[in-house]
């Protein structure tokens, strides 16, 4: 087969492997894809990922979107209590010396505890089976990225380089928090494992973490200078604390 007269963007792949492709383009695509075996492996990853994904979310895939995660609504709706058991225990069996890291400042209220780990939670499980739109804000626009959502929350965001514990910035989001504006970054590991960091303001100096967990998602929450974190990912805890801990010491070392 020849290349297709028409270049195939970007935006046409993932179509591909979405299934969203117009049919009059697919013709093409495959050819593009014969004659260029760089884009061809792509592919085979990304429909890897889905399928992984997919695999592991399509149970809460088509739940509709929760109204307090709709941009549009910043207003707080009712809440509900937090799904299941909530680990009120400090994750102290963890390693590598984060006794102080994990036992540091107050205890945080109930409902702090539970709005922040349920809003981000929810959005966790909504965006982290999105293959071709997880973020608004590629993590290839990392400064723009940062500059807007510390526009728009008013406080200082920044994307933590968490490339030691294997995972790339995907990109982010803004969204509704508690009590105002949210920002939501996500990070993705190689083997397509995702991690999300979401962010909002707390009525808190500072609390210790807190661990949380929606079927097989978990959460670390804690809050420092009036805003507060949650890290969350698979049911891993010493993975997640080890991702959690090296947001909390670059967020520590930028004042929040």
Same mark, same amino acid.
């Given at each position: 087969?020849?290349?297709?007269?028409?270049?195939?963007?970007?935006?046409?792949?993932?179509?591909?492997?979405?299934?969203?492709?117009?049919?009059?383009?697919?013709?093409?695509?495959?050819?593009?894809?014969?004659?260029?075996?760089?884009?061809?492996?792509?592919? @085979?990853?990304?429909?890897?990922?889905?399928?992984?994904?997919?695999?592991?979310?399509?149970?809460?895939?088509?739940?509709?979107?929760?109204?307090?995660?709709?941009?549009?609504?910043?207003?707080?709706?009712?809440?509900?209590?937090?799904?299941?058991?909530?680990?009120?225990?400090?994750?102290?069996?963890?390693?590598?010396?984060?006794?102080?890291?994990?036992?540091?400042?107050?205890?945080?209220?109930?409902?702090?505890?539970?709005?922040?780990?349920?809003?981000?939670?929810?959005?966790?499980?909504?965006?982290?089976?999105?293959?071709?739109?997880?973020?608004?804000?590629?993590?290839?626009?990392?400064?723009?990225?940062?500059?807007?959502?510390?526009?728009?929350?008013?406080? +200082?965001?920044?994307?933590?380089?968490? +490339?030691?514990?294997?995972?790339?910035?995907?990109?982010?989001?803004?969204?509704?928090?508690?009590?105002?504006?949210?920002?939501?970054?996500?990070?993705?590991?190689?083997?397509?494992?995702?991690?999300?960091?979401?962010?909002?303001?707390?009525?808190?100096?500072?609390?210790?973490?807190?661990?949380?967990?929606? +079927?097989?998602?978990?959460?670390?929450?804690?809050?420092?200078?009036?805003?507060?974190?949650?890290?969350?990912?698979?049911?891993?805890?010493?993975?997640?604390?080890?991702?959690? @801990?090296?947001?909390?010491?670059?967020?520590?070392?930028?004042?929040?």
């Amino acid at each position: 087969m020849t290349d297709p007269k028409i270049p195939v963007t970007e935006d046409e792949l993932h179509a591909y492997v979405d299934n969203e492709l117009p049919a009059e383009r697919r013709g093409d695509v495959e050819a593009w894809l014969s004659a260029h075996p760089d884009d061809a492996e792509r592919v @085979r990853s990304w429909r890897t990922m889905a399928d992984a994904l997919h695999a592991r979310y399509d149970s809460v895939a088509d739940e509709p979107v929760p109204k307090r995660l709709e941009i549009e609504r910043l207003e707080r709706q009712p809440r509900r209590w937090i799904y299941g058991a909530v680990a009120a225990a400090l994750l102290a069996f963890i390693a590598g010396g984060g006794a102080g890291w994990m036992a540091r400042g107050a205890v945080a209220s109930p409902s702090l505890f539970q709005n922040f780990t349920d809003d981000a939670l929810d959005a966790h499980r909504l965006y982290v089976v999105e293959v071709r739109h997880p973020v608004d804000v590629p993590g290839s626009e990392r400064v723009h990225l940062q500059q807007w959502l510390t526009k728009r929350c008013g406080w +200082d965001v920044r994307a933590p380089e968490l +490339d030691a514990t294997g995972l790339k910035l995907v990109g982010g989001r803004l969204l509704p928090g508690p009590t105002g504006p949210a920002s939501f970054l996500m990070y993705e590991s190689a083997s397509g494992e995702r991690f999300t960091v979401y962010t909002a303001r707390a009525d808190a100096t500072t609390t210790q973490m807190r661990y949380a967990k929606q +079927d097989n998602d978990g959460a670390l929450f804690w809050a420092d200078n009036g805003v507060g974190y949650v890290v969350s990912g698979g049911s891993d805890r010493e993975r997640l604390a080890q991702v959690a @801990r090296l947001v909390y010491d670059q967020t520590e070392k930028t004042g929040g």
